[in-house]
Nanobody, 121 residues
Framework: QLQLVESGGGLVQPGGSLRLSCAAS????????VGWIRQAPGKEREQVSC????????NYAHSVKGRFTISRDNINHKVFLQMNSLEPEDTAVYYC??????????????WGQGTQVTVSS
């Protein structure tokens, strides 16, 4: 059973940056596409970004394109989400999830517990 753990969330001022990390309990994360999904209070889950297992393909939600960058380190078995120019609207719980391909919210087999990101002055 693949267990995912997110880290790196916190409180940041508008315009600031955070880097989220996703690690797996087993060293097979490299075989999976990994996505970052967020859920704000009272809103539905939104896929923010996804990266294929090889790292050769990525996609981004329109709302974060140009501000967020997804990457992976398959040597150290981690996936990252670099978030720049953060806005209050980015406040949410951020989850990482793993699946065979980047197929959207219903395509993930494993989920982490989430990390809170709060953007506020």
């Amino acid at each position: 059973q693949l267990q995912l753990v997110e880290s790196g969330g916190g409180l940041v001022q508008p315009g600031g940056s955070l880097r989220l990390s996703c690690a797996a309990s087993e060293l097979i994360l490299d075989r999976y596409a990994v996505g970052w999904i967020r859920q704000a209070p009272g809103k539905e889950r939104e896929q923010v970004s996804c990266i294929t297992a090889s790292g050769s393909h990525t996609n981004y939600a329109h709302s974060v394109k140009g501000r967020f960058t997804i990457s992976r380190d398959n040597i150290n078995h981690k996936v990252f989400l670099q978030m720049n120019s953060l806005e209050p609207e980015d406040t949410a719980v951020y989850y990482c999830a793993a699946g065979v391909y980047c197929l959207g919210l219903n395509g993930y087999d494993y989920w982490g517990q989430g990390t809170q990101v709060t953007v506020s002055s």
